[in-house]
């Protein structure tokens, strides 16, 4: 089993829709959780750290479930520009990053 | 943000060369910097992370021989692809946190990436 798994989609959905993402992680221990996005060729950048207690930024909303092992994003009201791949990063001991394949994310008119 | 560049951006050259890539984290210092390999449509595959003044820690089944690493000031580090090969051709990208707290946080910061293509 991988460390970290994510579905690789593409979601492909319309403007204004909301969309969900889960990831799911292997190692218990894991101390940290974050959702980065990557455009095409691009570095991936920090969207936003996932707290134990959930988390909101804007249109974001990030959960953790550390029973399950499993983090998601939610976006709500999607606009074009969000269009991007959505990497979930779990960090093993002593903070190492891993990274899951991405999830594809197709905003369209 | 902290910034972290990454140079060369691109690099094609033939089979059997060595390639160095170089890392700088332009306005932090960096006691830990991860190195990563992309193939396309795939995740980042950590290779190694990378020490200010001690050896690099490499991921299984990455060849310490063939990646080296060198991180030989807070603010550099290098990942040299020796005697490249078509196989070795990918996105490799290098990112770095702030040095002293943090960790737990653990933003990361990303260079721009390099891409090799080996003929």
């Known amino acids: 089993r991988k460390e970290v798994e994510q579905d690789p989609g593409p979601f492909n959905v319309p403007e204004g829709a909301t969309v969900a993402f889960n990831c799911t992680y292997s190692?218990?221990?894991?101390?940290?959780f974050f959702w980065y996005r990557q455009d095409c060729r691009k570095e991936p950048k920090l969207l936003m750290s996932?707290?134990?207690s959930g988390n909101e930024d804007g249109r974001f909303t990030a959960q953790l479930n550390r029973a399950s092992q499993y983090i998601s994003l939610l976006i709500r009201d999607s606009k074009l520009s969000d269009s991007a791949t959505y990497l979930c990063?779990?960090?093993?001991?002593?903070?190492?990053?891993?990274f899951g394949r991405g999830t594809s994310l197709i905003v369209h008119p | 943000g902290a910034v972290v560049s990454q140079h060369p951006s691109w690099v094609i050259c033939k089979s059997g060369t060595s390639v160095k890539i170089e890392c700088r984290s332009l306005?932090?210092?960096?006691?830990?910097m991860f190195w990563y390999r992309q193939f396309p449509k795939q995740s980042l595959m950590l290779m190694a992370t990378?020490?200010?003044?001690?050896?690099?820690?490499?991921e299984q089944g990455v060849e310490k021989d063939k990646f080296l690493i060198n991180h030989a000031s807070l603010t550099l580090s290098t990942l040299t692809v020796t005697s490249a090969h078509p196989e070795d051709s990918s996105f490799y990208i290098c990112?770095?946190?702030?040095?002293?707290?943090?960790?737990?946080?653990?933003?990361?910061?990303f260079g721009e990436g390099s891409r090799l293509t080996v003929l």
């Open positions: 990378s020490n200010e003044g001690s050896k690099a820690t490499y």
């Open positions: 990112s770095a946190r702030l040095a002293g707290g943090g960790t737990a946080t653990g933003e990361l910061f």
């Open positions: 990063v779990v960090n093993r001991g002593s903070y190492i990053p891993t």
């Open positions: 306005d932090f210092q960096a006691t830990t």
């Open positions: 996932v707290y134990s």
């Open positions: 190692n218990s221990a894991s101390q940290s």
